[in-house]
C-alpha cells in the first residue's frame, strides 16, 4: 500500500507522491476562495406558493380519470381487436366498476381537500402579511411619538430654563436687612414717619402688615393696641420681628393673600412694597387686597414719591431690588378703577433743611421761583395712599 | 447434488428479510442467492415483511410461509424488523445471519425520525440476536469487526456481488472517450447523510469552478424518506452557484449500466459503508474511481481506485481534475479494476456455494 496523508492507493504501480505535487500545484489556484465549506445556509422547508397553486391545478386537471376512455383502433383487424376489447371491458366492468368509482370520489375528497387548504394558506398568508404590515407602522408610530416625545421633552426644559431666566432676571442675591440697617434709615425716624398713618388704623382689629420688614409699623401697632400680623418673605426680617414679639408669617405676600379669607382683614399696610413689584403683580396684589379687606376696612401703601427728581438718584437707584416707582396719581386712578373708595395722599419726609435754598435769596421773585425748583429737585421723598373698600 | 443436502433429507431455504425492493443492495442479494438456488434446483423461499410489488413473484409473505421439518433459515440483517425477527425465532432448523450492517443512527437524527428509530432499533435487536445463529457471515471485513464488537465470534466473511457483474462490459477506446467528452462525476448510492452527498457538491463546486465549467455531477439513487435532505442539498447546490447537478434518483437497470459506461470519474465521499456495491459495480465498468477511505470501502476498492484520507475537497478537485487528464493513470486504474473483478470478486470467491459449503 503507498499511502500519503491525503491519498493513497492499494495498487503498487501508482505514483502518488507524483500526484501529490500535482495536486499541490493545482490547489494554489483555489487558496482563499472557502465557499464549498461554507455551512451557513438557512435551510427550512418551504412553501414556495407558486409550486403548490402550480401543483393544485394539476390536481384538478387530473383527477378525474375517464372511465370509458375511447377504445382506440389500427391497423389489422380493427374490428375485431375492437369487439374483443369492448368485450374485456364489459367482462371486467362488474368487478372494477365500482372500485372505480370509489377511487374516483376519493380522488375528488383529496383534491378538494387539499384544495381548501391551499386557500386557508392563502388566506392566512394574507393575515400573516396585513398583520406584519401593522406591525410596521405601530413600529413607525412608536418611532414618531418617541421622537415628539423627545422634542417635548427638550421644549419643556428649554422653557424651565428660560422661565427661570425671566423669573430671576430681577433677583440679586445679599444680605437685605443689613442693607437696610444701613441705608433706609434708623428705625426710630421710620416709627415717626409711620405714626402719622395709625389714625386710620384707630379702631382696626384684624390689621396685617405686608412686607412688615423690621416690623417698625408693628411696633406701632402694639402700640396702639392695634391687633396686627405681620409677612414678610425675607427670613432675618421675620426673626428679628418675631424676636420683637409679633407675629409674622415667612411667606410671599402673594401666596398669603390667596390663602386667606375674604373679607378677613379691616386694615393692611404696605410700607415700602409696590415699588418691587411689577405691573402684573400689582395688579394682582390690589384686587387680591380688595378681595381680603372687609367693607370699611382700610388699606395705606407707602412707597417713594417719584415726583421728586433726587428720589431717583437715591431712594429708587439704591435698592436694586426696585422695579418701577408709582406715581401717586396713576395709583390713585388704578385704585379707583378698582373700586376703592376715599382715596387720599399723603406725602412725606420732606427735604432736610439744610438744601433749601430759595430763602437765601432776598428777591421775592426768584426766591418763589426757587421754592418751585426745590419742590421738583428736592420735595417730598415717600407718599403714601389711603384707601378704603 | 447430495453436496448440498444435510444427511439424506433434502433441504429448503429461506430467506428472511424485513423488505425487499427493486435497487436495493440487500434485496438484490437475497434475489441473487435466489437465483442461483434456483439454478442448482434447491426448493427455496423469500420470506418479507414488505414486499415492493414488483417482486410479488420473487418472494412470499410471512404469512404464506408454510413451516416444514428441516429448513434452513438465512436471516438478512440491515435494519429492524419485528414480524419477520419474531418468524426467526420460531424457526427450529439451521439458522445463518448475512450481515449487511447498520447504519449509525446518528446519521439520522436530523432528517429522518422514522430511520433514526429504526437503525436504533436494529442496533438493540443485533446485540440481542447474538447466540441465535448456528452461522454467520458478513459481506466485508469492516462488517465482520462491526459484530465482533456486538459480541458475536466465528464470523465468515464473504463478499458480495452485484448482479451487474455478471453483465458485459464494453470498454473500448470509443467508450473511454465520450466518458471525457461527458465530463461526468458520478455518485451512486442513496440520498442519506451517511452517504454524504453533501461533500460531492462541495468537492463539485471547486472541480466546476476552477477546472471545467462545463462539466457535471449525477447523483443516482433514491431518496424516499429522504425528502427534506434532497432539498437541502438542491439549497446548498443553488447557493454554490453549481450548474448540471442532477440527482436522478433511483432509475432502471439499463440507465445505471449507461451512467456507469458514460461517466468520467466515481466520486465516493460516503463516510460509513458496510461494504459498497456501487464501488463494484464502478470497478466493473472500468470506472476510475476516487473514494473517501470510510467504513469497508477500502477493502472493497482493494487496487481498483484512489482513497482520500482528508475531506480536503479543494484538494479532491484538483485530484478529480488529474484523474480526468491523466489518460495513463486512468488506464492503469481500470488495468486494476479488471484484475480486482477477476480475482476478488470471482463467482467463486463470492458465489453462494461459498454459503452453502458453511450449511453443509
Known amino acids: ?389 | 447434488m447430495a453436496y448440498y443436502l444435510r444427511g439424506e433429507t433434502a433441504v429448503r431455504l429461506i430467506q428472511l428479510l424485513p423488505t425487499i425492493s427493486k435497487n436495493d443492495a440487500v434485496s438484490n442479494h437475497a434475489l441473487m442467492i435466489k437465483n442461483e438456488l434456483d439454478d442448482l434446483a434447491i426448493e427455496n423461499e423469500i420470506i418479507a415483511e414488505n414486499i415492493d410489488p414488483a417482486l410479488y413473484r420473487e418472494a412470499k409473505e410471512i404469512k404464506e410461509y408454510k413451516k416444514k421439518q428441516g429448513d434452513i433459515c438465512i436471516y438478512h440483517f440491515s435494519i429492524v424488523s419485528h414480524h419477520v425477527f419474531e418468524l426467526l425465532q420460531q424457526f427450529d432448523g439451521v439458522k445463518m445471519m448475512i450481515y449487511h450492517n447498520i447504519t449509525p443512527p446518528e446519521y439520522f437524527k436530523k432528517w429522518s425520525g422514522t430511520l433514526y428509530q429504526a437503525t436504533s432499533q436494529a442496533l438493540k435487536q443485533i446485540r440481542s440476536a447474538k447466540g441465535l445463529f448456528d452461522l454467520v457471515v458478513a459481506d466485508s471485513n469492516f462488517n465482520r469487526d462491526d459484530l465482533l464488537s456486538y459480541g458475536f465470534d466465528n464470523v465468515h466473511v464473504i463478499p458480495l456481488r452485484s448482479p451487474l457483474l455478471n453483465l458485459q462490459n464494453r470498454n473500448s477506446d470509443h467508450l473511454e472517450k465520450n466518458r471525457k467528452k461527458n465530463n461526468t462525476i458520478l455518485f451512486v448510492g442513496r440520498i442519506a447523510p451517511n452517504k454524504n452527498p453533501e461533500s460531492l457538491l462541495r468537492v463539485f463546486y471547486y472541480y466546476q469552478k476552477y477546472f471545467f465549467p462545463d462539466s457535471s455531477l449525477e447523483l443516482i439513487g433514491s431518496y424516499h424518506g429522504m425528502e427534506d435532505y434532497l432539498e437541502y442539498l438542491k439549497l446548498l447546490s443553488r447557493h454554490l452557484g453549481l450548474e448540471n447537478v442532477a440527482f436522478r434518483g433511483m432509475i432502471n437497470t439499463n440507465d445505471l449500466i449507461k451512467a456507469y459506461q458514460s461517466a468520467t470519474i466515481f466520486l465516493s465521499m460516503s463516510e460509513h459503508e458496510g461494504f459498497g456495491v456501487p464501488i463494484q459495480e464502478a470497478m466493473h465498468f472500468r470506472l476510475p474511481i476516487l473514494a473517501l477511505n470510510a467504513g469497508a470501502i477500502s477493502e472493497t476498492l482493494h487496487t481498483g481506485g484512489l482513497l482520500i484520507n482528508e475531506k480536503n475537497y479543494k484538494y479532491i478537485a484538483a485530484l478529480a481534475n488529474i484523474l480526468y487528464k491523466n489518460d495513463e493513470l486512468r488506464k492503469v486504474i481500470q488495468e486494476q479494476q479488471k484484475l480486482v473483478i477477476h480475482d476478488k470478486y470471482s463467482i467463486e470467491n463470492t458465489s453462494v456455494k461459498r454459503i452453502l459449503e458453511l450449511l453443509s
Open chain 1, 1 to 389: 500500500m503507498k499511502e500519503n496523508e491525503f491519498v493513497q492507493t492499494n495498487a503498487l504501480n501508482i505514483d502518488i507522491r507524483d500526484i501529490m505535487k500535482q495536486i499541490e500545484a493545482l490547489a494554489i489556484s483555489m487558496e482563499g476562495d472557502e465557499k464549498g465549506y461554507t455551512n451557513n445556509i438557512n435551510w427550512s422547508v418551504e412553501i414556495d406558493n407558486d409550486t403548490l397553486v402550480r401543483n393544485t391545478q394539476i390536481l384538478h386537471r387530473i383527477w378525474d380519470i375517464p372511465f370509458n376512455r375511447p377504445i382506440l383502433h389500427q391497423g389489422k383487424f380493427t374490428i375485431i381487436k375492437y369487439f374483443i376489447k369492448r368485450v374485456i371491458r364489459k367482462m371486467v366492468f362488474w368487478y372494477v366498476g365500482p372500485s372505480f368509482v370509489q377511487q374516483r370520489e376519493f380522488n375528488a375528497h383529496i383534491v378538494r381537500t387539499i384544495e381548501s387548504m391551499v386557500q386557508t394558506l392563502e388566506h392566512q398568508g394574507d393575515l400573516l402579511r396585513n398583520t406584519e404590515l401593522m406591525f410596521e407602522n405601530v413600529n413607525k408610530l412608536i418611532s414618531q411619538n418617541q421622537l415628539v416625545n423627545e422634542s417635548l421633552k427638550k421644549l419643556n426644559s428649554d422653557l424651565e430654563t428660560r422661565v427661570f431666566n425671566l423669573e430671576s432676571a430681577n433677583n440679586i442675591n445679599f444680605d437685605y436687612l443689613g442693607f437696610e440697617e444701613r441705608y433706609r434709615g434708623a428705625q426710630e425716624h421710620i416709627t415717626q414717619k409711620q405714626r402719622q398713618y395709625i389714625q386710620y388704623f384707630d379702631g382696626k382689629t384684624n390689621v396685617v402688615d405686608l412686607g412688615c420688614g423690621r416690623g417698625e409699623m408693628l411696633d406701632l401697632f402694639r402700640e396702639y393696641a392695634i391687633a396686627a400680623i405681620g409677612v414678610d418673605s425675607n427670613k432675618t426680617m421675620v426673626d428679628t420681628c418675631r424676636k420683637k414679639g409679633h407675629r409674622v408669617y415667612e411667606t410671599d405676600i402673594l401666596n398669603f393673600l390667596e390663602n386667606s379669607q375674604d373679607e378677613h382683614f379691616d386694615g393692611i399696610y404696605l410700607g415700602q412694597v409696590i415699588e418691587h413689584l411689577t405691573n402684573n403683580q400689582l395688579e394682582y396684589l390690589l384686587r387680591l387686597i380688595f378681595k381680603k379687606l372687609k367693607l370699611q376696612g382700610v388699606m395705606i401703601m407707602e412707597t417713594p414719591n417719584p415726583q421728586t427728581l433726587s428720589v431717583f438718584s437715591q431712594a429708587y437707584l439704591l435698592d436694586p431690588t426696585h422695579v418701577v416707582l408709582r406715581h401717586p396719581l396713576t395709583m390713585e386712578y388704578i385704585l379707583e378703577d378698582y373700586g376703592f373708595k376715599d382715596i387720599k395722599i399723603i406725602y412725606s419726609s420732606p427735604m432736610p433743611a439744610e438744601y433749601k435754598v430759595s430763602h437765601l435769596f432776598a428777591d421775592p421773585q426768584i426766591s418763589e421761583r426757587m421754592n418751585k425748583w426745590e419742590a421738583i429737585l428736592f420735595g417730598n421723598q415717600d407718599y403714601a395712599i389711603v384707601a378704603t373698600k
